[in-house]
């Protein structure tokens, strides 16, 4: 194996994982679940690179630098995503979820009758622009950026909606609020994403943005563990190896695929990291959780020993 | 005693079921109400209701001379309006520090650009929510379980810890949906001088539903009965254990009654 081939991987993996991470905001930390989390990509994906694609080729582009490209594609998914939000984030559970099925599907068939954009033929000759150092760095600041967020008072909020709707709302939150900031920042992840992974290929289509790229983004975020930020970067560099490293079983890779992560979710349900982070005070905190759990269980037993002697 | 909440001929009708009638009565400011009856009286409808959990179909609410119909749950709670729930709703996977920290988030104003950025205003503020989150556990005596997940504390001391969390609000009015439910006479003995001592530490007032009549008898000053969504009885603790109307809702009538 080359280096070439591995990093072409490590990339691939680097963009999903920005997309993945944002997806955990939404799914791991305020608790929706979505299945339109491609059709944002697919907009920051033609969004990017009709802003940077050079204006001589067709279809035509606005031959801008690639830095506007990722600014632009990303705003384009929040700003849709926050028109989706406003209709579709008073419904519950597994409503939402079906409303964003549908939004990400329709978001791709606009994308496949829209000839501006090259239609169902795809868009050939996007710059190659997304180097290995702008992926590492984009996920730097993606991981960054969610990390203190979920530990500031606007996370906990988001957090608090997961957990509990109803108390959250008495205990002062806004909970519509909380789940569309939750909403916007995980689309605009997608979408920058999107415009990565544009930039990668250098050709889109819309059948790359479909449900089943949908579901691969939620499963990465179920597999690395639910509000984890930590399990989603594991999952995302994981999941998008594993197909390569079955290679080997060539037609029955997918079955491979299938199975390991039937066998992972079996061993482990609530995923690889199940809601723990791999930070000196994640640590902590799982290593306190676990005492605290400990000395109680001692106390009750001691109180339960006190009473019988009476 | 000027009151604190004012209701005024509440009602609220389920398609044809009235589950509150044209109920009246007001929480004086500093005082602990008890709102009872049978169980379907109507009790946690008038808790939802005030919190705006659900819309009045008639009758007002004024607190602190300030209407509150039609408001979201939570502005209300902004406003100073808390409860806690009859069946416990913690956030369950958080840990007795992160449940009351969560609470807390009324008492910080820092944006979210100085949170992504860790500026100094954030720095400071979270100080001080921390800082306040661990005060109110000591206060409670949950300094203890600090680090216990919700869901692995005993009954007793959930019920503790949703007062907790209602707490760290700043309420200036406090609703408490049968606090002592599953609780042994000991421990709703601590309870009722916890709700004494909350009052009177905290400056609320206090609005509690209950079945434990010792509990009701025992702290609260005025007592508001409730049959049918009606209120059938108002007054003191003596006056309302001596009411005929309250004990027959409670007893039912007795055979002679029905026959004479």
Known sequence: ????????????????????????????????????????????????????????????????????????????????????????????????????????????????????????????????????????????????????????????????????????????????????????ISAVYAGVAGVFFAHYMTFIQPKMFSLTKSTELTIIV?????????????????????????????????????????????????????????????IRKWTAERNALRQAKATLLAEDSGRKED | MAAILHIRDLTKQFGGLTAVDAVSFSVPEGGIVGLIGPNGAGKTTIFNLIT???????????????????????????MGITRTFQNIRLFKNLSVFDNVLTACHLSANYSFAEAILRLPRFRAQEKHLTAKAEELLGIMNLSDYR????????????????????????????????????????????????IVRIRDDFGLSVLVIEHHMDLIMGVCEHIVVLNFGEKIAEGSADEISKNAQVIEAYLGTSEEAVDA
């Open chain 1, 1 to 184: 194996m080359d280096w070439t081939y591995i990093q072409g991987i490590l990339m691939l993996a680097g963009i999903n994982m920005i997309a993945v991470l944002g997806l955990s905001l939404l799914t791991g930390f305020t608790g929706l679940f979505s299945f339109g989390h491609a059709g944002f990509m697919a907009i920051g994906a033609y969004v990017g690179a009709w802003i940077s694609a050079s204006p001589a080729s067709t279809p035509a582009g606005m031959g801008l630098p690639f830095i506007l490209a990722i600014v632009g594609g990303g705003a384009a998914a929040g700003v849709v995503s926050y028109f989706i939000g406003r209709i579709s984030l008073n419904l519950k559970g597994d409503y939402f979820c079906i409303a964003t099925l549908g939004f990400g599907e329709a978001i791709r068939l606009i994308f496949n009758n829209v000839n501006r954009f090259g239609g169902a033929r795809g868009w050939p000759g996007v710059p190659s622009n997304s180097s290995f150092l702008a992926i590492l760095i984009a996920d730097i600041v993606a991981v960054l950026f969610l990390a203190n967020l979920v530990k500031s008072r606007h996370g906990r909020n988001m957090i608090a909606v997961r957990e509990e709707e109803l108390a959250a709302q008495i205990a002062g939150i806004d909970v519509f609020r909380s789940k569309m900031t939750s909403l916007v």
């Open chain 1, 222 to 282: 179920i597999f690395g563990g639910l509000g984890s930020i930590s399990g989603s970067v594991l999952g995302a560099l994981v999941l998008t190896a594993l197909p390569e490293v079955l290679r080997a079983f060539e037609i029955w890779r997918l079955v491979f695929y299938g199975a390991a992560v039937i066998l992972i979710m079996v061993s482990r349900p609530k995923g690889l990291m199940g809601g723990l982070e791999l930070t000196p005070s994640g």
């Open chain 2, 52 to 78: 705006g959990i659900y819309r009045p179909t008639s009758g007002s609410i004024e607190y602190r001379g300030k209407s509150i119909v039609g408001l979201e749950p939570f502005r209300i709670a902004d």
């Open chain 2, 147 to 194: 680090d216990l997940i919700a869901n692995n504390l005993p009954y007793g001391l959930q019920r503790r810890l949703e007062i907790v969390r209602a707490l760290a609000l700043n309420p200036k009015l406090l609703l408490l949906d049968e606090p002592a439910a599953g609780m042994n006479p000991d421990e709703t003995e601590q309870l009722m001088r916890l």
